[in-house]
């Protein structure tokens, strides 16, 4: 398994998903994930998909600038580090954004969001 092509792959997952069917995203939480959204910490998978659906905007699109990752402890995690830019329907000037992954191996070989930590960055 190569670290960064599965980073690679579920970020592409992630946006993509999230631009297209915000809802879509509750597969990749589980009960026991956490998602602090600028500063807001939010636990377990329907609670997470409901803030995430609830943001005050219904269109947005993402440009992914950068992708980090590093192995996470013995049990196969990984760490994902994201940076790039958030275009809201309607608005001139994109919103430049950070996000934190912390994913966990599920017993069928995939993934799942442990931990989900987004920031806005202002100038």
Do not use: W
């Not at 997952?13 to 939010?42: P, V």
């Not at 998978?45 to 996470?72: E, M, R």
């Not at 196969?76 to 950070?98: D, I, T, Y």
């Amino acid at each position: 398994m190569d670290p960064d092509a599965v980073a690679k792959a579920f970020v592409e997952h992630y946006y993509s998903t999230f631009d297209a069917n915000r809802a879509g995203l509750g597969n990749l939480y589980q009960d026991g994930s956490m998602l602090t959204f600028e500063g807001q910490k939010i636990m377990g998978s329907p609670n997470i998909v409901a803030k995430l659906t609830g943001l005050p905007f219904q269109q947005c699109q993402h440009h992914i600038t950068t992708v980090d990752c590093q192995p996470s402890g013995p049990a196969g995690g990984m760490l994902v580090f994201v940076s790039g830019s958030l275009q809201l329907s309607g608005e001139q000037h994109a919103l430049k954004f950070s996000q934190m992954f912390h994913l966990m191996p599920t017993p069928q070989g995939s993934f799942y969001v442990l931990n989900d930590i987004f920031r806005l960055n202002y100038a």
